[in-house]
């Protein structure tokens, strides 16, 4: 592999995955994706194929579209600070263990695999394939899923797991499923009100805890006085996926608090993503979804503020309070707030806590 950028991408928060993918040859999924495995030391906890591990990364890069964002760089950089999270608090905690941070992982190089480039609602309101086959829930995510495990199961030469037990890869693709599923945006504000009442004792994930029988502790977080901070490596089995659903959300949206110029050039090419949609709608004569008519986009600055309050934010905020390791994600996207809000003219304060 060619020499990774100066700012090692298994410490540095401000690690330009872009970069990363001008030195790889366009190849930063495969490249992140083997380095920090091995360095973490995963692939000897776990006994991981090395050689299958590197087919398998190689083929998931491959099936990623050439997608102004949702693409293998997109993925790459989502898969850095999940490494990032784990490793500044996941892990010192308690939350994960070595199959929980391969789950993790996993899913983060795997949460978009052959994205379209368009919205689920774009898919529904088109009827296209994806919705109709999963019945308008969540077709983007059960795709990437599924896709990517039909993939790897279709090739003997991909199965870099083999070794594990039955139990265990059983567990690694349920875990896998739910985290993917976890990125669909309409199901945030369920899983943050979930992820708030993880200090307070309140009952979590009940679907994550059907699915995961075997996962120990499963059922009740066990009570806590109010607002007081969970001792994470007492949670039950169902809580601990859901912080790491939480972080692997944090770690989608987390290019909100890389330096200002490269979380700009994640923002044109976001924009560029939606415009290539709205052209597409036009086209089918539909209406054209706000933030992606071309026509428009003076909306674009405020509707970055407001992702930024109603939605990115608050997460981070939650997110930090249970792993204060996560800090300079929030103090990242803090800096990003502020210009946003200077670029709109705004000058009232950033949402409370």
């Not at 692939?43 to 190689?58: M, V, Y």
């Not at 996993?106 to 052959?114: G, L, N, P, V, W």
């Not at 989608?252 to 949609?277: G, Y």
């Amino acid at each position: 592999m060619s020499q990774l950028p100066s700012k090692d991408a298994s410490t540095s928060f401000s690690f330009n995955v872009f970069e990363l993918a001008g030195a790889t040859d366009n190849r930063p999924l495969s490249a992140l994706g083997f380095y920090l495995m091995k360095g973490s030391g995963l692939i000897s906890l776990l006994n991981l194929d090395e050689d299958r591990l590197a087919n398998f990364l190689r083929r998931v890069e491959a099936g990623y579209l050439d997608n102004p964002y949702h693409s293998r760089v997109h993925a790459a950089g989502v898969l850095q600070t999940t490494h990032l999270l784990a490793q500044n608090g996941l892990i010192q905690e308690g939350v994960f263990d070595g199959l929980l941070q391969l789950s993790a992982y996993m899913s983060a190089i795997c949460h978009d695999y052959a994205h379209p480039g368009v919205t689920n609602d774009f898919l529904i309101k088109s009827r296209h394939d994806l919705a109709i086959f999963y019945n308008d829930m969540s077709p983007l995510e059960n795709m990437h899923v599924s896709s990517m495990f039909r993939m790897l199961h279709g090739d003997e030469k991909l199965q870099f797991a083999a070794h594990l037990s039955l139990e265990s890869r059983q567990l690694l693709r349920a875990s896998m499923i739910d985290l993917i599923l976890g990125t669909d945006m309409k199901k945030h504000f369920s899983m943050l009100s979930r992820f708030q009442a993880i200090p307070r004792g309140a009952a979590v994930n009940a679907d994550a805890a059907e699915r995961h029988p075997r996962l120990p502790g499963c059922g009740s977080v066990p009570q806590e006085e109010p607002h007081s901070r969970a001792r994470l490596a007492d949670l039950p089995g169902d809580a601990k996926l859901l912080v790491a659903q939480m972080a692997l959300k944090v770690a989608d949206i987390a290019h909100l608090s890389a330096p200002t110029e490269v979380h700009r050039r994640w923002t044109a090419q976001l924009t560029e993503e939606f415009f290539r949609q709205g052209d597409r709608e036009r086209a089918l004569d539909m209406k054209i979804s706000p933030l992606m008519d071309r026509a428009d986009s003076a909306g674009m600055v405020k509707s970055q503020v407001g992702f930024l309050e109603i939605v990115a934010l608050p997460m981070i905020k939650e997110y930090v309070n249970m792993v204060p390791g996560a800090q300079p994600i929030l103090d990242g996207i803090l800096a990003n707030y502020d210009y946003w809000r200077s670029m709109h003219g705004t000058d009232h304060p950033p949402p409370s806590e």
